[in-house]
């Protein structure tokens, strides 16, 4: 992973410190991504994990969980604002709510049309025709009335209507067409016809001759047979012997046949006689409905007698002729018979049925004919107003409304499943009242930059929420922080929740610091070293620490307590330069103070402390005054100001200091002060300015103890 073998294998208390290298971000995913199995990884890459400003509140989000809700929480806010604005209503904005206004409005406007043409419908159809109509007769009664809506033609109309006005008839007795077979008396009749008589004796003058035969025939029907009786045709005595002839030419086989064709005639008769005693039926006597059917059964029965009539007629012609003509064979008859009188019958039996049924239904009959005289009128109305190209508008607005409501409640339900997602999301953050409280102890020690965070509970907001209170009490807007003093309220926040990995056990610990010092002033580089100097002496054997750093101030001052590496021990404190070269890093472990980096500053403070073992109090005066103007320079504050709880101080180090080339070889103390008194005075100047850390990083274990002990005595 790494190209220096130096890099390799994190042990027991490994603390690895760079300055002035490039690719630190990717050093620090490239370790997270190597040891994420074997170690807890605790990184901090500034103040975005930790702290989030939260412009609604005019607070700051506290702690990593709640950074992370907040930002979903503003996500979800976000989804929910652009969901606000669509389905609530907006004044002069056009939005989904009121598309969907507009949509209930013209389907609404649509209903009142509809409405409008249906009350005045009712109306009309009650005021034209109070029969048809109940009293109550409404809008609702009007649509109920829609689906059965039907036109009548014009004899629909009038049957309808003289149903409805009819009263209850006698419906008379159904009659009993006889049974007339036209084919059994076409039969004989042509049996007959087809018979001849021939004579027993020759009479000259009627051979052949069927008029005189005939002729002859029937005179001897009128003629009585008496002696001398004389021919009532050409008044000669008729003689015995002339009877006789005639007897035997018209013999018992005349008689046979003539007795046949009168036999016939006989049967066809009252046949023909029944046919004219047939009366056609009387159309008024049946309800209008069947008044129609009446008389075309009229119709039908009319033809059947007429042709039935004309069938025995001619029979009955035939047969007389045929009387005529008893000596000769006659063609017989070829007639098409019609039908008989049973389908009439048949006809017959059904309308007198239907009309009995009728008639004991009437007032359920007349309520159809009410009805279908109403759903007539019903349809007219609904013709005049073009209902159906008004229905069907009216479809197509529901459609269009009901696509647009659907939309509409998919959003609401987004909404309210927004609105949940961020209730659970505030369950879920967490109260960092503890670790605000441990960092507010360390922000006093920024002096005059000083600032505490206040907790803001309020329901239904997200937990670890914090305002800024300045030294002055008074509320700071959160757009005042700085990035350095969000990056120490980040960095504080870290080094906390760090104590929470050390309840887990056998879990070993990596901590990155990537470049901690990030815009931050003197006081607070001077907290960070401090915190991060005892983050170092509580490390488990197995775990880790690493700082990244570009600020060489920070990084000799965070490493001055620790040893370089030391040759008979790998498990001591490690030391690299991350150096670049055109677009390759190379990595320089320091393994001693000769190969590591000196600034002048520090070389003022070495020059302090040898005059200080010298016993030389008047010298020490210079590099004091340096230091001092350095540190006040570098962390911009005023002098006045940095001396202001302390102002002998800065009178004596001013009067009684000198540049190098002023400086004398003076033996004693001018002001009587011992070099113990002196270093006193100036540590004073620095706790007054809470840089009794910096002071102490720089200042040997011994006499720091010392200055300690007169801390606590006084």
């Given at each position: 992973m790494f190209s220096d073998k130096e890099f390799t294998g994190l042990s027991n208390k490994n603390f690895i410190f760079g300055k002035n290298g490039t690719g630190k971000t990717s050093l620090v995913n490239a370790i997270i991504d190597e040891y994420s199995d074997m170690y807890d990884i605790r990184p901090f890459q500034g103040y975005d994990r930790f702290v989030k400003d939260n412009k609604q509140l005019n607070a700051i989000s506290l702690g990593e969980t709640n950074v992370v809700i907040q930002k979903e929480i503003e996500t979800v806010n976000i989804a929910i604002k652009k969901l606000e604005a669509e389905i609530f209503p907006e004044e002069s904005k056009k939005n989904f709510y009121s598309h969907l206004e507009k949509a209930n409005k013209d389907l609404k406007n649509q209903k009142d049309v509809i409405d409008k043409f249906c009350i005045k419908s009712a109306r009309t159809l009650k005021l034209d025709d109070r029969r048809l109509t109940d009293p109550k007769y409404n809008k609702n009664y009007f649509k109920n009335d829609i689906p059965n809506a039907q036109l009548l033609d014009d004899n629909e109309f009038k049957t309808a209507g003289d149903t409805f006005q009819t009263r209850k008839l006698n419906t008379g007795i159904k009659p009993n067409l006889p049974e007339i077979d036209l084919q059994i008396y076409l039969d004989v009749t042509n049996k007959i016809l087809k018979q001849s008589v021939t004579p027993t004796i020759v009479i000259k003058e009627l051979e052949n001759n069927p008029d005189k035969q005939n002729f002859a025939k029937q005179g001897m029907s009128i003629h009585k047979r008496n002696a001398g009786e004389k021919c009532a045709f050409c008044g000669k005595p008729i003689d015995d012997q002339r009877w006789k002839d005639l007897d035997a030419y018209f013999s018992k086989s005349v008689d046979s046949l003539e007795n046949k064709i009168n036999s016939e005639i006989a049967l066809i008769n009252p046949a023909v006689k029944k046919l004219a005693q047939i009366k056609l039926l009387t159309p008024e006597t049946f309800y209008p409905k069947f008044r129609n059917q009446a008389k075309d059964l009229n119709k039908s029965l009319n033809l059947a007698i007429v042709s039935m009539n004309y069938v025995l007629t001619t029979l009955l012609r035939a047969l007389d002729k045929k009387k005529k003509q008893l000596f000769d064979r006659t063609s017989e008859l070829e007639i098409e018979l019609p039908d008989n009188l049973k389908v009439v019958q048949s006809g017959l039996n059904n309308l007198f049925e239907q009309n009995n049924i009728f008639n004991n239904n009437l007032a359920?009959?007349?309520?159809?004919?009410?009805?279908?005289?109403?759903?007539?009128?019903?349809?007219?109305?609904?013709?005049?107003?073009?209902?159906?190209?008004?229905?069907?508008?009216?479809?197509?607005?529901?459609?269009?409304?009901?696509?647009?409501?659907?939309?509409?409640?998919?959003?609401?339900?987004?909404?309210?499943?927004?609105?949940?997602?961020?209730?659970?999301?505030?369950?879920?953050?967490?109260?960092e009242a503890q670790a605000a409280e441990e960092i507010n102890k360390y922000l006093q020690h920024l002096g005059?930059?000083?600032?505490?965070?206040?907790?803001?509970?309020?329901?239904?907001?997200?937990?670890?929420?914090?305002?800024?209170?300045?030294?002055?009490?008074?509320?700071?807007?959160?757009?005042?922080?700085?990035?350095?003093?969000?990056?120490?309220?980040?960095?504080?926040?870290?080094?906390?929740?760090?104590?929470?990995?050390?309840?887990?056990?056998?879990?070993?610990?990596?901590?990155?610091?990537?470049?901690?010092?990030?815009?931050?002033?003197?006081?607070?580089?001077?907290?960070?070293?401090?915190?991060?100097?005892?983050?170092?002496?509580?490390?488990?054997?197995?775990?880790?620490?690493?700082?990244?750093?570009?600020?060489?101030?920070?990084?000799?001052?965070?490493?001055?307590?620790?040893?370089?590496?030391?040759?008979?021990?790998?498990?001591?404190?490690?030391?690299?330069?991350?150096?670049?070269?055109?677009h390759q890093s190379f990595i320089k472990a320091i393994s001693n103070s000769n190969m590591d980096i000196h600034t002048t500053y520090?070389?003022?403070?070495?020059?302090?402390?040898?005059?200080?073992?010298?016993?030389?109090?008047?010298?020490?005066?210079?590099?004091?005054?340096?230091?001092?103007?350095?540190?006040?320079?570098?962390?911009?504050?005023?002098?006045?100001?940095?001396?202001?709880?302390?102002?002998?101080?800065?009178?004596?180090?001013?009067?009684?200091?000198?540049?190098?080339?002023?400086?004398?070889?003076?033996?004693?103390?001018?002001?009587?002060?011992?070099?113990?008194?002196?270093?006193?005075?100036?540590?004073?100047?620095?706790?007054?300015?809470?840089?009794?850390?910096?002071?102490?990083?720089?200042?040997?274990?011994?006499?720091?103890?010392?200055?300690?002990?007169?801390?606590?005595?006084?």
């Open positions: 359920k009959e007349q309520r159809k004919a009410k009805n279908k005289l109403l759903y007539h009128l019903v349809q007219e109305q609904l013709n005049s107003f073009n209902y159906a190209e008004a229905l069907g508008k009216l479809k197509q607005l529901k459609i269009q409304q009901k696509s647009i409501k659907e939309e509409f409640n998919l959003m609401e339900n987004k909404y309210e499943a927004f609105k949940k997602k961020k209730k659970d999301l505030l369950k879920s953050s967490k109260d005059h930059a000083s600032f505490s965070l206040h907790l803001i509970k309020k329901s239904n907001e997200l937990s670890g929420q914090y305002e800024i209170i300045g030294l002055d009490k008074k509320k700071r807007d959160i757009s005042s922080l700085s990035t350095g003093e969000r990056n120490i309220v980040a960095f504080l926040y870290f080094v906390y929740s760090l104590k929470d990995t050390n309840a887990i056990e056998n879990t070993n610990k990596i901590i990155i610091f990537d470049d901690p010092m990030n815009s931050n002033d003197d006081s607070s580089q001077y907290l960070m070293i401090t915190q991060i100097q005892q983050l170092c002496r509580g490390l488990k054997k197995t775990d880790s620490l690493i700082l990244l750093t570009h600020n060489i101030h920070f990084y000799i001052n965070v490493k001055y307590p620790f040893r370089y590496k030391s040759k008979k021990n790998d498990d001591h404190n490690r030391f690299f330069h991350f150096q670049t070269a055109g520090d070389d003022l403070w070495e020059e302090l402390y040898f005059l200080y073992n010298a016993n030389k109090p008047v010298m020490m005066l210079n590099p004091i005054r340096r230091i001092i103007t350095t540190y006040i320079k570098f962390n911009a504050i005023s002098a006045n100001n940095f001396y202001k709880n302390i102002p002998e101080a800065k009178k004596y180090f001013d009067v009684n200091s000198h540049e190098i080339d002023d400086i004398e070889d003076f033996e004693g103390d001018p002001n009587g002060k011992t070099k113990g008194q002196i270093i006193w005075l100036m540590y004073q100047v620095f706790r007054a300015n809470n840089g009794e850390g910096h002071f102490g990083h720089h200042t040997p274990d011994d006499i720091m103890n010392r200055l300690n002990k007169k801390v606590s005595e006084n």
